[in-house]
Every structure is written in structure tokens, then in C-alpha cells.
């Protein structure tokens, strides 16, 4: 099985990165492809490699802690590695570590792909398992106090507040204020009165991923 494999970024897409591996292209999905973006030195993939009846996956990770928090969310009933991806897509690997130890499930909810039921079985299966690994405390007293950041009822809420709701969100997923100025700074442009608190989010990680 494959652990991890270095090389250069050839070519990066909305869910995968190439890597050019000694004249080899690795497909490698991983959370946050735009993050390889621009890297022209060798870098390292630790990998998730995946074999079903009809095909061979390879899931990449930039650390060894989303490596370990990435298997470990397989071993919930429920997530396979298209939903663990998208959790780590949504959410830092301590924000989400938090959120379980703290039984959260209005954060993990908020995560893609995750209800109720499986947010209630990740906490289950996974929170006695997730007690060694390293978390910021601040982050997780601000998980705990998460905001409400479900599409607006009813309707838009206006380009301010869904963005002030947004970010909020953001930030609780690890973001620093810098980073959600810089986002913020491209989105505005594109941004109307009738965009959602989901959507400006789900905006908003695409920037962040870019850089």
C-alpha cells in the first residue's frame, strides 16, 4: 500500500492534484487541491490509498493528523472517503476533533455531507479514539459557541450580514481574520443581496484553498 509520495504538482483541479512522480502522474484527490497551487519545489503527499471492485483511489493529505483523522472517519458507519474528505474540505483537523470530543453536533452538522444520525455516530465511534491528538484550546471553547450559519429562512439576508455570519463561521474552522479579509476581498465584487450564508461559504473555502 502507498503511505506517501513526493514529487511535483503537474496540474491541479476542483477535487484532485497530479503529481509528477519520477515521470509518473499520481491522480490524488485531496480537500484542498489549491493549496499545492503555485508550489514549484517538491512536495510531500501523505496518502489514503483506496482499492474498491472498480477502481483504485489515491487521497492525499498535506500532514500526518488528516492522514489518521481521514482513516478514522472511514471507520464510521456511513462516511466513506468522498464524505471524510469533504468533512476535511469543511473543517481544520482540530476544529472537527473538537467538535467530537465536545459532542457537538451543531458543528458537525454544519459539515458536508454529515445529518444528524451520523453526526451522533461519529461522536459515538470516534470520541474515545480521538483523545491523543493535540488541540488548540481556544478553538475549542469557539467551537462550542458556534453560530447558527444555515441558510436564511425565508429568503436572502443581504451581502453584510450573510457575509458577517459567514465569516463568523469561518473563523471558527481556523481562519484568521487576514485570511478571511483576503477572501472577502475577491468575493464582494461578485457577491448579491440574494447569496446565502452557505453559499458565501462555500465561496469563501474555494478562496481560501487558492490562496
Known sequence: MIDFLRGLINHVENEYVVLDVRDVGYRVFTPNPYAFAGKEEAVTIYIHHHVREDAILLYGFESREEQTLFRKLLEVSGIGPRVALGILAGGRPDAVIGAIQQENIAFLTRLPGIGKKTAQRMILDLKDKLAGFATDAGLLAAVGLAPDLSPAKGGAQGTGTAWEEAREGLAVLGYTAAELDKAWSVLSASATAEETVD?????????????
Open 199 to 211: 453559499s458565501l461559504m462555500k465561496r469563501a473555502l474555494q478562496q481560501l484553498f487558492k490562496g
